[in-house]
């Protein structure tokens, strides 16, 4: 891939919670990048360090968190080596995130206008008649009808969808060049979720926005994402372009979650199809984190596996390049 074409390029993250004996890796040498204008998929199981990830790169973990990285770039700066200032200006900016539990993340004691107003006066230095004209344009943008008077209400005279479409309005007011979207509609019902993800789809394709979209639903990948990062336990194990991933699947567990649809693009899929669970912090076994619930585990499986190339991506398992395997021979 051309260096240059990227945008945001994440090398050997790690996070780790508290200290001493207590001290947990929730997020262990994650290494993501991502093109201009293209979507980057990240799934696994809940638990498995996503939320995580994408909030040390936004630099929302409390102080508990120690965060390393070899690289953390975002369109050609080294955010490792920015102040907090100018970071501030780039995240929040040129970077925002948008949550799954919209009802929550916005501020039940101010208005519609106030809560977007506050962030296009902090990052865009508008005031007066332009601030009410561009709430006025995003709200539109999002969809919201009646949007005038939608303007004066507070959060909870807003329906779920409906609060969702203000916090993307509010993500999207700075035109930013990286929309992280953590299971944006995992909240909302069916109908409202399926109405959302065509507003988010429409909207990277038509501004041309980079977007990280965190989801368990796999159908979500196929239809809209170029690449995908599958995670497990804290570690990245296997990315792909879409569709590939779907055909040709290098990690036991991306098979296992393809495994876990029947057919795919059909509404949300929690991924339990292995059997046991994610280790917890005190239970990760020495080698491969998979390996107590693999099917193809071997001796070997007891050291760590690294990243090696695959057909279509990268992948972390000694088995991806056995070639009997995808015909159903077990090693
Ligand atoms: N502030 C925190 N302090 C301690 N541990 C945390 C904190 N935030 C997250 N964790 C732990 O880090 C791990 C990864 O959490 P994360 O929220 O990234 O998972 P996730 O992949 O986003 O899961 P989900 O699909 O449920 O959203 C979990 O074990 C979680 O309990
Ligand atoms: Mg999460």
Redesign the pocket.
Known sequence: MNKEELLLEIDNLSVT?GKGHRA?R?VDKVSLSLKKSEVLAVV?E????????MMALMGL??D??AITADKLMFGGQDLQALSTRAKRQIIGKDVSMIFQDAMSSLNPSFTVQMQIGEVLKTHLGLRGAAVQQRILDLLNLVEIPDAKNRMEVYPHQLSGGMSQRVMIAMALACEPKLLIAD?PTTALDVTVQAQIMELLARLQRETHMAMVLIT?DLGLVAENAHDVAV?YAGQVVETSVVPDIFRQPAHPYTEALLQAIPELAVGESRLHSLPGVVPSQYDRPAGCLLSPRCPYKQDRCGTPPSMQISAHGLVRCIHATLPKRHEGSQP
């Open positions: 919670f947990f929730a696994g809940s638990g498995s360090g996503k939320s995580v990830t973990l409390p508990s968190a299971e368990h995670m």
